[in-house]
């Protein structure tokens, strides 16, 4: 029997918008962005004036990297939410990704004006100032897949030379994760002091990658090792990045560390022998968070604990299992159903297997 009557047929219809609502909010948080934007979609077949919908909607464009889409449905949102910041905050991220600093300002201060408590927002619209202000003058040096920027003419040269070097590594890392990013990888190269202004990075790091690849650089005139190794660790951050937003900090800073051709030396070797048979290597779970916060010499050890473990896991399952890790990643799921469906084993017994091997 069908129901004519509008009240039910209004509510019938509000459940299954709600009901798609739910599956949308779950799939993002799994970081399942396709399926989301299916599920917003059909949600937007039954309600199309809600101010939820067009930004999850929008949210989940903008993860899919489908920055037209994703600026209209944010703009939507915004439009019939004037007085709410998520869309202004996701507007602000969309334009600072495409490096228009000045309109990405432009909504990040609406947003703050809306919802003063958001800090993050406020310390990156400083940082987007200060970034701003150095950057002004900077030139620019395009190659294929990398647009670098500089300051001063007499640094087209190290330009040239950085994308040449970015461009080699491309190809390398291409072929060894077969996976090449399409969309240009910007690099900005800071002078010593401006790269500690602009980006707050702990005294220790040689270079950071954020969304771009930033590295503190002074007249360089010819290519040397360090120079390569640099940024050959800066670009892996980059595809892993690309492949997997979501990445534990052993596995990508490991990964960026053999590519650039990083060594365990046999001091190094005998220290790692030390701590493994006293039990005092870390659990990998426990590295799974940011580094920046770790001081110089337990920097050192996690980036050492993260080099030790990923050339095992590349030695024992080669480079193909652990692109499929980084794929499995990439899909949203956790650390341990990562490694068991990209390693075939588990987490435990891979770190079990790990450090049995450096005792
Ligand atoms: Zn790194």
Not at 54 to 64: E, P, Q, R, W
Not at 93 to 112: Q, S
Not at 122 to 142: C, G, P, W, Y
């Amino acid at each position: 029997m069908t129901c004519l009557c509008p009240v039910f047929a209004q509510t019938a219809e509000q459940n299954t918008y709600a009901r798609y609502m739910k599956t949308g909010s779950e799939q993002m948080k799994t970081g399942d962005y396709q399926a989301a934007r299916a599920s917003f979609e059909q949600a937007l077949r039954y309600n199309d004036s809600a101010f939820d919908v067009h930004l999850g909607l929008g949210v989940a464009y903008f993860n899919l990297q489908d920055d037209k889409y994703a600026e209209r449905e944010l703009s939507k949102a915004a439009e019939i939410s004037p007085k709410t910041s998520a869309a202004y905050q996701y507007l602000g991220e969309l334009y600072y990704r495409k490096d228009d600093l000045e309109t990405a300002a432009m909504y990040w201060e609406k947003a703050v004006a809306l919802n003063p408590s958001a800090t993050d927002i406020r310390a990156r619209l400083d940082r987007i100032r200060r970034e701003h202000k150095t950057e002004m003058n900077f030139n620019r040096d395009v190659s294929s897949h990398f647009l670098v920027k500089f300051e001063g003419r007499e640094q087209i040269e190290a330009g040239r030379i950085i994308s040449r070097i970015l461009e080699d590594a491309y190809g390398e890392l291409g072929r060894a994760l077969s996976y090449y990013p399409d969309k240009e990888i910007q690099v900005i190269l800071y002078s010593g002091q401006q790269f500690q202004e602009v980006t707050d990075a702990p005294g220790w790091s040689g270079g950071i990658y954020d969304g771009k690849i930033r590295i503190p650089i002074g007249g360089i005139e010819q290519e040397t090792p360090g120079l390569r190794k640099l940024l050959y660790h800066e670009y892996t951050h980059a595809v892993v990045r690309a492949i997997a937003p979501r990445c534990p900090t052993w596995l990508n800073e490991g990964l960026a560390q053999y590519i650039e051709g990083r060594q365990i030396d046999s001091r190094q070797r005998d220290i790692l022998r030390k701590i493994a048979q006293a039990g005092k290597i870390p659990s990998l779970a426990n590295m799974e968070g940011s580094f920046m916060g770790l001081g110089g010499s337990q920097a050192q050890y996690a980036y050492l604990f993260s080099l030790s473990s990923v050339s095992y896991m590349i030695d024992s399952f080669g480079m193909y299992r652990v692109k499929g890790v980084l794929n499995e990643l990439a899909r949203g799921i956790d650390t341990n159903s990562s490694l068991s469906n990209g390693i075939q084993v588990s987490y435990e017994e891979f770190e079990r297997g790990w450090k049995r091997s450096l005792e």
